[in-house]
């Protein structure tokens, strides 16, 4: 029994397959793999990130739900999420600037994922680095966002301006994504370690599982990043922008 | 063009992945405590399921108690009645039936069906599993608190669930439930992953899907959908946990309590329902399907004939699954919802009969002219689709609108559901763990005490739940814990009630004779052997029995055929597995 160095795709012969309609058939009719060189931990990611689309889903439908029933005005986003600079109210100025950090950081990722599967240890681990510290500045300009609203007068049960569902759908659902956010940075932290380490030219195993793995995590890593970003923009523009 | 394998008799393609390298564990804890191998964690699901289902199975013969013999026993009191209601109800649902069927069949059945050596991802399905057990200790953590566990009814209604007037309210009991569910839901999530892409890439050559067994299907789309459904539970319980913890009003309208008026305003309590429904509606299917694939192989092997339909009866399992999806408002029609909803939610509704239809007849087409073995798991599986039918007809009256408005609430409906999600899916899982057991353990369970257990559980669960259907169409209410003298409950329908209480404790007792059963075999039940019930499916032709760490030694298996050759004519047996080459092709590899 060998290490199962063939659920990379690298690894894996490309079959011979038809194109188009009849290809996508004969992958369903095949034996062993429905999604033909899609490794194991890409199809868990894949699947999972459906699952979680769910989640936010959830939560977005349920916040337009309450913002669409209420019969307290709902209070103005461009007010509220205003910053006095020079004198001057510059509406959603803060969320403009964390959603070009944010988007900037899946263009790092984007990077780090090519020189990963270069096998370049150094740029990799690096530019994910740079990608986890992209997301930081995200999360820490997020905390000063949520100190400037409390230090205004918001509160999960109240706000001066009129809803109280504004506050609440507003921290549970920045929360909620912040929350993946945070934990995307400590994934990149960990895998850029192990890509600087060299664990997957050395074939290093991994603490809890004790399996090998491969610059394929940094894709997968990749993955989670980008929906984390897309689910951003989801938000940016149902809360902010409405 | 190119050469895709057209018949059973082309070559079987090369492997494309590499052989997994197994992690192995290196002591006593490792190998049955923190096990990473998923017939471990199977057993260890299937224990946990069925310990806290005891404690369900407990809290309703207490109500029943109370219902039979009202004021007698004094220690039941109304707080309690609802909390062991609701406890009762989340238990069997999530916590026995969806981790029984997925953690516990899906976990062990999964990779061996698949010609598998384990999930694909063991370490994450070893955290799923403890996820769950914490879950499950949270969970009955609430029997142990101030106040008691919640008794806001299994579907946790606000603003009712999160006010003081309703057991464990505004104490630990609500939090502790809210909190197991969010435990359990994360837990579940890492095993579902995994028994997803397990299915999807982790399969034997010659294994495509259109030859898996129909229980992987069940499995497969059961748990394709909880992906997709525990989503909206998890966010519904998020919301209430910040409603009670936080004082916000996602759920929470204006509302005056004991002449105070409350924080909350503003809410709306039919979000939660819709988010509630939204999970509860699949989640009746996430139970139902795995049943309907189990149900499907333990006919067609004890029936010695093929599964009549295969194609059609995966199809109806994809179909069911998906249409699922759209029929989550038919719990709602008397919540004050828009009335028009009403009309399409009844439509998809009855369209589900369609393929619930096909499946029934072509069990019965199976039966038909089969080879027919009364054995335990083949008289469960009968039960089953009786129940079902049952359970499945009543169904029809409830899912109309008019219909179901003077039915709503009333003890017809627990008739309804407990017919066909509750009696219906138990007896799959009856009749599997009497199919299994002999591959689980290496000896078979003892033949007189099954059959005494299924006798006085089949009947005796109709003498439950039977009379529960007249007494709904008296009137008489579901969850009152007292009904008094009232128009609805004349001295007959005390009767009936005394009636059931009894059927109920006698079923009851029927289960201890089960459990027993399955301690006592382990040590005297009759060896079993590799393949008892001469099946056709990979796990029954594993090296050893029970089947090693890594389930099949040296060689992976290499399947020729479905599932379901039974008594094919000319055949030297009346079964072939499904990792047997046909004859002559046998014959030419050896002339060659």
């Not at chain 1, 188009?20 to 429905?34: E, K, M, P």
């Not at chain 1, 990077?111 to 500045?137: P, S, W």
């Not at chain 2, 494309?16 to 192995?24: A, I, K, P």
């Amino acid at each position: 029994m060998h290490e199962s160095a063939k659920t990379k795709p690298s690894a894996t012969p490309a079959l011979p397959r038809p194109s188009g309609l009849s290809g996508f058939a004969a992958d369903w009719a095949s034996d062993q793999r429905t999604f033909k060189n899609v490794s194991w931990g890409k199809a868990m990611m894949w699947i999972f990130l459906l699952s979680d689309t769910f989640i936010f889903g959830c939560f977005l439908l349920a916040y337009m739900t309450a913002r669409m029933s209420t019969t307290v005005p709902w209070p103005n986003p461009s007010e509220v999420f205003a910053l006095n600079i020079g004198g001057q109210e510059v509406p959603l100025i803060l969320i403009a600037i964390m959603t070009f950090v944010l988007i900037s950081s899946s263009g790092t990722m984007a990077m780090a994922v090519n020189f990963g599967y270069r096998r370049d240890r150094r740029k990799t681990a690096a530019l994910m680095l740079l990608t986890a510290l992209f997301g930081a500045t995200f999360v820490g300009m997020q905390a000063f966002e949520w100190t400037k609203l409390i230090s205004e007068g918001v509160r999960p049960w109240e706000n001066p301006w009129g809803a109280a569902q504004f506050g609440s759908t507003f921290f549970m659902i920045t929360g909620f994504h912040g929350t993946h956010v945070t934990f995307g940075v400590i994934f990149l932290i960990i895998i850029a370690r192990k890509v600087w380490r060299g664990d997957f030219d050395q074939e290093r195993r991994g603490f809890f599982t004790s399996r090998k793995g491969n610059y394929e995590i940094v894709e997968i890593t990749g993955l989670y990043w980008h929906f984390v970003d897309l689910v951003w923009v989801f938000i940016f523009a149902f809360f902010y922008l409405w | 063009m190119v050469n895709i394998p057209s018949s059973i008799d082309d070559t079987v393609p090369a492997a494309e992945v590499e052989d997994v390298e197994l992690y192995h564990p290196h002591s006593w804890w490792t190998t049955y405590v923190f096990s990473q191998d998923a017939k471990v964690i199977a057993i260890q699901y299937s224990l946990t399921a069925i310990s806290i289902g005891l404690v369900a199975l407990v809290l309703s013969w207490l109500m029943r108690l109370q219902l039979g013999f009202p004021g007698y026993f004094t220690f039941i009191d109304a707080d309690r009645y609802y909390q062991f209601i609701t406890m009762h109800g989340m238990i069997m649902v999530i916590y026995l039936l969806t981790a029984l069927f997925l953690g516990g069949f899906g976990n062990y059945l999964i990779p061996l069906m698949l010609g598998a050596r384990d999930m694909v991802f063991p370490y994450a399905n070893m955290l799923s599993y403890w996820l769950y057990l914490l879950a499950v200790l949270v969970l009955a953590a609430g029997f142990f608190v101030p106040g008691g566990p919640t008794g806001a009814g299994w579907t946790l209604y606000p603003p009712q669930a999160i006010l003081s007037g309703t057991p464990g309210g505004q104490s630990g009991g609500i939090i502790l439930m809210l909190v197991s569910l969010i435990l359990f839901i994360i837990g579940f999530t890492m095993g579902g992953l995994n028994y997803v892409v397990t299915v999807l890439q982790g399969r034997a050559r010659g294994m495509t899907l259109m030859r898996m067994p129909l229980t992987i299907w069940g499995i497969f789309t059961a748990t394709v959908m909880a992906l997709l459904a525990f989503p909206a539970l998890f966010v519904a319980s998020v919301m209430m946990l910040f409603d009670l913890v936080l004082g916000t009003s996602f759920f929470m309208p204006a509302i005056v309590e004991m002449g105070t008026q409350l924080q909350h305003g503003g809410g709306s309590p039919i979000l939660f329902q819709h988010l509630f429904w939204f999970f509860g509606h699949p989640e009746v299917y996430i139970v139902a399907l795995p049943a309907f694939g189990i149900v499907s192989d333990l006919i067609s092997t004890h029936a010695r004939k093929n599964i009549f339909g295969y194609r059609m009866m995966v199809w109806a399992i994809v179909i069911i699954g998906a249409l699922s999806f759209i029929v989550w408002a038919h719990h709602m029609y008397v919540s004050g919802m828009n009335p028009n909803f009403g009309f399409f939610f009844a439509t998809t509704t009855l369209i589900i009969a369609v393929p619930t239809a096909i499946k029934v007849y072509n069990w019965v087409l199976t039966l038909w002219r089969g080879d027919i073995h009364l054995t335990i798991p083949m008289l469960f599986a009968l039960g089953f689709i009786v129940t079902f039918v049952n359970g499945g007809l009543t169904g029809l009256f409830l899912g109309n609108v008019v219909v179901d408005v003077p039915l709503s609430d009333t003890m017809f409906v627990v008739a309804h559901f407990h017919m066909v999600m509750g009696v219906a899916p138990i007896m799959v899982i009856f009749g599997a763990i009497y199919h299994w057991y002999p591959k689980i353990t290496g000896r078979m369970l003892d033949e007189i005490m099954g059959r005494i257990h299924f006798w006085v559980t089949f009947l005796g669960a109709y003498l439950i739940f039977f009379p529960m259907h007249y007494l709904g169409l008296l009137g008489a209410p579901r969850r009152y814990y007292e009904l008094g003298e009232s128009a609805v409950n004349p001295p007959s329908a005390h009767d009936l009630n005394v009636f059931i209480t009894l059927m109920a404790l006698t079923v009851g007792a029927a289960q201890m004779l089960f459990l027993f059963n399955l301690v006592w075999s382990l040590r005297h039940g009759k060896e079993a052997g590799g393949n008892p019930w001469r099946a056709t499916t990979l796990e029954w032709q594993t090296p050893t029995t029970p089947p090693p760490h890594g389930n099949w030694g040296k060689e992976l298996p290499v399947v020729y055929r479905w599932a379901y050759d039974y008594s094919v004519p000319g055949a030297p047996q009346d079964f072939i597995p499904q990792n047997q080459p046909n004859p002559d092709r046998l014959s030419m590899e050896n002339a060659s």
